[in-house]
Structure formats: C-alpha cells, structure tokens
C-alpha cells in the first residue's frame, strides 16, 4: 500500500542516461583528465582540438583551460575567439552556446538542465544556454536553464542569472536585476 509518502521517492529513478551516453561522457572525462587537465595553460588549441574529438564545435581562436569542467562535449559550442577561464563548469545536459569573443569568467557555472517539479521522481528537463557576442559572465557567476544572453550582456561576479538578459546590460546579484546599460568607455 502506498501512501503521501510513497509520492517523493525521487531515488527511486533518476534521469536516464543510455548505456552509450554513459560511456561517452566517461570515456570523455578519462581522456581529459589524462590529456588536458594537467596541460599548461598556453595549450588551448590542444584542448580544443581533444574538444572537437568529442563532438564540440570550437571556434578558432577560443580558449578553454584545462581546469574547466565539461559534463557532455557535443552539447557545447564555443564561438570564435571565446574565452573559458580555469574552474568553470559547463553542465551541458541541455546544449550551451558561447558566443564569439565572449568570457566566462573563473569557477562560474553554467547549468544548462533542471528537474520537473510536478513529477515526484523529478524528471529531467534540459534548459539550452545562449549566450550571445561579446558577453561576459563573471567569476563564480550562475546562468541557468533556458537562459539568453543578448549580446553585450554582463552578469557581474558571484550574479545568478535565471532570466533572460537583455543586450548590453549589467545585471548583478541573486536574482540578477538589470544594474545599467552598458558602454564601451565607462568604468
């Protein structure tokens, strides 16, 4: 007999992931960990060539170092001349977009999936990540499912960004909220 309580098992079944899912993202994590995680930091093509062998597309110039964290490569993309600082974490279950010529800034996080509250066993939901040219996440910032950045657009640091952000604005704290528009020239 089941009751209320029987209703919030959520160890019960977890997300399903396929048997060749979990052997990719092993296999991915074994090589980087081998291949790129102890490299010096001027071997950002190597990494982004070790990238691209697992799926990711990497634009010239990007630069990814060897601390970052990448759940699954073929869910991500990082546009031309993007910069991926040490101690970020790329949780791509859903895809997550970098734009050209944007950085995201150390230890931030972005977390491109969530779970389904309605479901008692708490469903995955993947949330893709866009973030547009010329943006900047700052350190230790958080964006999360389903969020667009327009280009421009700043999260300051330690920021969690749930929303959509606007081009060329700043948004700082937890929520983000819009700070000001932003200008190339001011401080």
Known sequence: MSGPADAFRPLGRGA??????????????VAWLLLARFTPPPLHAWRAMLLRLFG??????????GSVRVWLPRNLAIGEGALIAGG?????QGRISV??????????????????????????????????????????????PGVTM???????????LFEDAAAMTVYRGNPAQPLKERRFGDA
């Open 88 to 92: 970020v974490e790329l949780y791509d």
């Open 56 to 65: 990711a597309r990497i634009g010239r110039g990007a630069r990814v170092y």
């Open 99 to 144: 734009g050209p010529h944007s950085v995201i800034s150390q230890r931030a996080f972005l977390c491109a999936s969530s779970h389904r509250l309605s479901d008692p066993l708490f469903e995955l939901v993947p949330g893709p990540i866009e973030i547009g040219r010329g943006c900047w996440i700052a350190a230790e910032a958080f964006v999360g």
């Open 150 to 160: 327009g280009d421009g657009a700043v999260v300051a640091a330690r920021g969690a």
């Open 16 to 29: 399903s992931f396929t048997r060749a899912n979990k052997l990719e993202r092993i296999a991915f994590r």
